[in-house]
Every structure is written in C-alpha cells, then in structure tokens.
C-alpha cells in the first residue's frame, strides 16, 4: 500500500494553556494523496498565482504495525519513526474554501504539499512529549513548536484515526504546526531541526502547472 497521509489541525494552543481538553470529535482531521510528498534531493514546487503558500512546520509520525481501535494507553507501539515535515497551505484558497463551506482539499492537498524530512527510527527513547523543533526560512527563525504544547498528545492522534481507519504501516502522520506560519515564496531556502531528529532542508521553485482555477 502506498502511503497515506494523516494531518491534525489546530492542535497547539499559543500562549493560554488550555483549560480542559476537548473532545475527540473536536480533533481536526484531514488527508494528503501520496503525490504531496517531494523526492529526496529535489526543490518543493510551489503552486504559482494562487495567493499565499505558508509553510507549517510539524512532528511526522510513521506507523510501523497494524493497528485498529488502539487505545491511547498503547498507541505508541504503532510507531517505528518519527521526523519533520511541512503541511504546505494555501492559506488564502483555505480561507476563501473554510468560508464558503468547503473542503479544504484545492488548499492542503496539491503536488509537493506535504515535503517530509529523513526519518529516524522510534524505539521509546525519546519521549514523544518533550521534543522540540524550529523552522527557519533564508535563515531567519520562523516558527519554533514543543510537542508538549500539543492539545492531542502523539498517543491520542493515533487512537483518534484509528477509530476510523485501520492502520497500517507506512501511513505517516503530520501531527499539526505551531504558532508562525508564514509565506513561501521560490528561491526560499527553509530549514527544519530538531535536537534528537534528523534536520531537513529544502529549496523551493514554482510548479506552472498549479495555476489558479475558476
Ligand atoms: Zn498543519
């Protein structure tokens, strides 16, 4: 099975801890096809003419074992690799989609949407709230996000989809980006890192063929 891509969002809170948790019919949960994924060594293609493209900086997470109805408490057996990667937004065709009632798949979902970092295995040692990550653009600190500011912790990301699909291995998960998210533009140089995760680094050209529609 060709990988399938699971993104989370809205799962940090900026600056307020939140007060309770919410239900898990509050996660936000969306899909990427396989072709948003980027070749290794090759330049994130950005669509042209359609506004904005931010960048969300977020923790991925690659399913290793079957799983289906997993509770929380032993999600984390799923996992055999953890990396960084990019949720690639049209921010403003979101905007418009979210306003008029509409999926959000024309902003989230096109070529080189979802470009993922070398994984590197997951045997436990390194504790899935506690990692930290940055994501800087020519150089300049854009975003920087704690997994422990996460509203849905890895573990409880994991049971949620799998209430919904049975997973298998090789689906990813892109588990949501914290605060500054900020436009892309081509010939951008942008950087993920990480402490105890392999960093990442992209340049980034246009993709013609992504012209606006309508
Ligand atoms: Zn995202």
Partial sequence: MSARIFCIGRNYVEHIRELGHPEDGDCV??????SCLVPVGTQILLPTGRGAVHHE????????????HVPAESASALIDALGLGLDLTLRDEQTRLRQAGKPW????????AAPLGPLRPWDGS?????????????GELRQRGETAHMLFSVERIISILSR???????????????????????????????DVLESAEWMTGTNDALQKIG
């Fill in 164 to 194: 919904t699909w049975a997973l298998q291995p090789g689906d990813l998960i892109y588990t949501g980006t914290p605060a500054g998210v900020g436009p892309l533009v081509p010939g951008d140089r942008v950087r993920l890192g990480c």
């Fill in 105 to 112: 798949e024309l902003a989230k979902a096109f070529d080189h």
């Fill in 57 to 68: 900086a977020e923790l991925v997470v690659r399913i290793g074992q079957p799983g289906h």
């Fill in 29 to 34: 949960v969306f899909m990427k096809p396989a």
């Fill in 126 to 138: 390194i504790a899935l709230n506690a990692i930290a990550f940055t994501c800087h653009v020519n």
